[in-house]
């Protein structure tokens, strides 16, 4: 299969591609035209004319529910907290799996659990365990800890992936030239696994930003951007949705490709080190 | 030395703290709750099992979970297809890292859309007046609309494969990328062909990759209400569907019961996926 | 959007609300404190709740502009309404919410009355919040009747009083009759009863409620038109009546009768807008929003009467001193008018009609209450033209449409049954 020659196998499996991505991509080009309907259009076909009105919309005039601003900031925030405290985490607790320690493997089904248990669960049980101890919920509390149980599971297989491959012999050879350990991981781990926390803190941003369920039973006084894109289906009839669809997706690709410059400049100067 | 011994503990801490505080916690607040008694006002602590009873002698309960178990072997099928062959093209087919990754992204970036508005956008695709149903009678391939492409299970079904398939995709293509092509040629020199190699060299190193893609794509179907709610019309049930139902009528401890009883078969399946495969030796 | 409201007959309304909320604001510091206090100076901020029909920014606006008072308003899917008012009282200080999720979440404890004699406009509210007659004559309704959950014995009771009492445990703030939308380019028949639904020639082109306490309703009043079932009380239902009810709800959906189930006001919209579905139990400014888009859509009146529903303010147990000075205030302004002359050109009424008055012009009067023709084009608050010259309002004046109401959304005695029940029923 890796013949110089192309085979049947991969004009087929080509045209599977395409067919998987065109379907991915179908609601994606839906909200995409339908952002653009005409001041009096709809959020279905057909089309009522073209216009950018329900961007102008979105972006300079006042909703007649809801606040997208506060619910963006909140939604960011609480995505670049939970972004943080998952490579913090979760490259903490690969470390430790690196060693045997006393309740290693508990733990480790634990994670896997929290994988598992399905969202909705863990949103009622938050909300349930919060009101049985009398406290109060909040984005920034509650629903904090919910989309943890989400991201922390996925940055520690993601740490589980790069340390099964990392190759130990750099440890030692930088112990060899008597670093002490805390200068080996600074010097030696960390620019070597930096791409992967990128990585891990890029998958826990966007899980948290558009974790719904979880959220649902947990986030206090004040929405977030997925529930309150929820709430506002009980008034809002207008492309306006879809505007804020189109405009969040290029917001979040654009961090997307910070991640990835970021990814390419590390390794540039990494490789640059090494050759230095 | 203490310290060294210490360390893994230390690093350990955070993530045991949160998960005791935000997922064992929790779990056992539900636990309890499924065993105290409500009226249509007031849940109170109490100790009964009228929530279990109610749950498990309802013929809606078994039906749900029918209903469920069908949406969850038929996505699992439909994703393990679809993600597998998908894996398999970019880790065999697509030489160069760089390709690799710019066709993976090309695959994650629908799901940067708020999943929501996702959800509302079905409705103008596959809708009676919907862009699919439009396409399909300009070309001349059908002249009455489809209905049964929205508000119906086949339209649950595409909107979780089209949700999940990447979580299956993922792993399986981690795995592919780890098996070792001098394995394949040597397969090769042997005289197998492609389809030999398929099923007695990759299929069999790729478990790991299928087992964890298997978990996520089970664990989200079990669990999902909002798909189900959209994509139906409102028209099925699910297990989430139900809990969601129940907490929305402030019946906590029937919805307690509930999570209990979707909590244990979730983790039955979950262990006996894991018994056929170590995920943490092949991770 | 709002800044073309403005523009519109901005002179002669301005002068009305302006002198109204001046009023409305001196009165209420004014039964408080004695003198009125500019919150402005001592800021206030309230955070209110409730679903996107009445959570408006721009009454939160206004609110700030006339009072000084900010509210913070978060809209919410209405089964999350009823949860955050039990589960997080500390999380808010007003709720809005419906009289029949208040039925079930008052008695939690969790809001605490209202002494009406701080309500400046108690006297003027539709007598169907009080003595639940909208005229002495008329019959009160089926089902959870505003004036059923509408007081309670005492200032720290949790029992509804039969009677009015000085006690109130919502202010009613806007209500509406509810009825069949349906697409008159598609049905291509007249709509006269519930259960025209049932008409094999609409099969999987219609869709009711999938909210229990409101979709069951729906469900009664297409049976009892059916004449598939009779009721003793279709707000109070036995196990009997649930059953033949629900049985027959399965039965029509395996049938292929509907379409879809509806929860939010979206999907309402987007099922008739896109002609899913060509009649359908529907909510006024729904149907209002289908026709902005150019859409025929008619919200037709039925023989049978209405199905009515309201929502008011409660205020959290925890507000005490200056929140609590303030919430009233909020509230006795939100029935000065303005706030009432808003829902009112959405369609929907306001609970204070006198003070509405005020601040509607005449013609907007006569289209919206009195069921005439329209003599100018009928905006929207937005500035959105809705109705053209000559347009009547569907089903008419508002004596005769909440004058007709048969059945107000109901939790009954047996609710933890139903429900089960119409969980079986979306699960069949």
């Given amino acids: ?276 | 030395m203490t310290l060294s011994r210490l360390a893994p503990y230390l690093q350990a801490t955070p993530l045991t703290l949160i998960l005791a505080a935000f997922l064992v916690l929790p779990i056992a607040t539900i636990v309890m709750v499924s065993f105290w008694d409500y009226d249509s006002i007031q849940i109170f602590p109490a100790f009964v099992f009228t929530n279990y009873e109610e749950t498990i002698t309802s013929p809606v309960t078994w039906n749900t979970y029918i209903n469920t178990f069908k949406y969850t072997v038929i996505v699992w099928a439909v994703t393990l297809f679809v993600g597998f062959w998908v894996a398999y093209y970019l880790a065999f087919h697509i030489r160069s890292t760089t390709m690799q990754m710019v066709l993976f992204l090309v695959c994650t970036i629908p799901f940067l859309t708020s999943n929501i508005i996702r959800m509302i956008s079905w409705i103008p695709f596959l809708g009676r007046n919907g862009l699919l149903n439009q396409t399909l009678m300009g070309m001349g391939v059908i002249n009455q609309p489809l209905e049964f492409l929205l508000f119906s299970d086949f339209a649950v079904v595409l909107a979780m494969v089209h949700l999940y398939t990447l979580f299956m995709v993922t792993p399986i293509f981690n795995t592919l990328m780890r098996i070792d092509r001098a394995l394949v040629e040597a397969a090769r020199d042997a005289g197998a062909n492609g389809w030999q190699i398929l099923t007695n060299v990759i299929i069999p190193l790729a478990k790991p990759g299928i087992a964890i893609g298997s978990i996520f794509v089970v664990t989200l179907v079990m669990g999902d209400f909002i798909t189900v709610r959209f994509m139906s019309g409102g028209q099925s049930a699910s297990v989430g569907l139900m809990m969601a139902n129940q907490i929305a009528l402030l019946q906590y401890p029937a919805a307690a019961a509930n999570a209990v009883i979707l909590l244990i078969i979730v983790l039955l399946l979950v262990g006996g996926i894991l018994r056929i495969v170590n995920i943490r030796k092949e991770l | 959007m709002t800044k073309k409201t403005t523009s519109k007959g901005v002179s002669r309304r301005q002068l009305l609300k302006g002198a109204a909320a001046a009023g409305g604001l001196a009165a209420g510091a004014g039964v408080v404190t004695g003198f009125p206090t500019i919150w402005a100076q001592n800021p206030i901020t309230l955070r209110q709740f409730g679903t996107g029909v009445s959570n408006l920014n721009a009454i939160a606006e206004k609110c700030k502009a006339d009072l000084g008072i900010t509210l913070q308003m978060t809209a919410l899917d209405s089964d999350a309404v009823s949860q955050r008012v039990v589960t997080q009282a500390s999380s808010f200080d007003i709720a809005d919410i419906e009289y029949w999720i208040c039925k079930k979440v008052f008695p939690a404890g969790t809001l605490q009355p209202m002494d009406v004699k701080k309500i400046k406009y108690y006297d003027d509210i539709v007598p169907i919040f009080t003595t639940g007659k909208l005229t002495p004559e008329s019959k009160i309704a089926q089902g959870t009747a505003p004036n059923t959950v509408g007081f309670v014995e005492g200032p720290e009771s949790k029992v509804f009083a039969k009677a009015p009492t000085q006690w109130m445990t919502l202010i009613p703030t806007i209500y509406n009759a509810d009825t069949l939308g349906i697409r008159p380019d598609l049905v291509g028949r007249p709509i006269k009863n519930w259960k025209d639904i049932l008409d094999p020639a609409f099969k999987g082109k219609t869709s009711i409620l999938n909210i229990p306490s409101i979709g069951i309703m729906d469900a009664a009043m297409i049976c009892e038109s059916a004449g598939i079932m009779k009721y003793g009380d279709k707000g109070n239902m036995t196990k009997a009546e649930i059953d033949g009810t629900i049985d027959f709800l399965i039965k029509t959906k395996k049938a292929g009768q509907f379409r879809a189930f509806w929860k939010t006001f979206d999907e309402s919209v987007n099922l008739m807008a896109s002609g899913e579905v060509v009649i359908q139990s529907m909510w006024s400014p729904a149907v209002a929003a289908v026709r902005s888009k150019g859409i025929p859509c008619v919200y037709q009146p039925l023989e049978e009467g209405y199905r009515a529903w309201g929502g008011g303010l409660g205020i959290a147990k925890h507000l005490k001193g200056a929140q609590l000075d303030a919430a009233y205030e909020y509230i006795n302004w939100y029935m000065s008018g303005w706030v009432g002359a808003y829902l009112n050109r959405q369609g929907y009424y306001s609970a204070v009609l006198s003070t509405a008055e005020k601040n509607m012009t005449p013609d907007e009067w006569a289209f919206w209450m009195l069921g005439q023709p329209a003599k100018a084009d009928i905006l929207s608050p937005e500035g959105k033209v809705m109705y053209t010259v000559g347009a009547v309002r569907d089903g008419g004046s508002f004596k005769e449409r909440m004058g007709a109401v048969a059945c107000w959304n109901s939790v009954m005695d047996e609710d933890r049954y139903m429900v089960r029940r119409w969980n079986e029923f979306i699960a069949a």
């Fill in chain 1, 1 to 276: 299969m890796n013949s110089e020659k192309r085979g049947l196998g991969f004009y087929i499996l080509t045209a599977f591609f395409a067919l998987f991505v065109l379907f991915l991509y179908g609601p994606l080009t839906t909200i995409f035209i339908l952002s653009f309907q005409g001041p009096n259009g709809g959020l279905t076909f057909p089309m009522n004319g073209s216009s950018v009105h329900w961007f102008k919309n979105l972006l300079f005039e006042q909703q007649a529910v809801g606040d997208f601003g506060g619910a963006f900031s909140r939604s960011l925030i609480l995505g670049l907290m939970t972004m943080m405290a998952t490579v913090v985490v979760s490259l903490l607790a690969g470390l430790a799996f690196r060693r045997r320690f006393l309740g290693s493997g508990p733990l480790f089904y634990l994670t896997i659990a929290s994988l598992i248990v399905p969202s909705i669960l863990i949103s009622l049980g938050i909300g349930l365990a919060f009101q049985v101890f009398g406290l109060s919920p909040a984005w920034y509390s509650s629903a904090f800890g919910a989309h943890l149980t989400w991201t922390l599971p996925f940055g520690l297989l993601i740490m589980f992936a790069v340390f099964n491959r990392f190759n130990p012999a750099y440890e030692e050879a930088a112990r060899d030239l008597g670093a002490t350990s805390w200068q080996t991981f600074a010097h030696v781990v960390l620019p070597i696994i930096l791409p992967s926390l990128v990585g891990v803190g890029l998958f826990g941003f966007t899980l948290s930003y558009d974790e719904f369920a979880r959220t649902l039973m947990t986030a206090g006084t004040f929405n977030t951007l997925p529930l309150e894109i929820y709430g506002m289906t009980t008034n809002v009839t207008t492309p306006v949705l879809y505007a804020l669809g189109t405009v969040t997706t290029l917001f979040s690709m654009g961090i997307i490709v910070v991640a990835l410059v970021a990814i390419a400049v590390l390794r540039k100067r990494r490789a640059r080190k090494v050759a230095g």
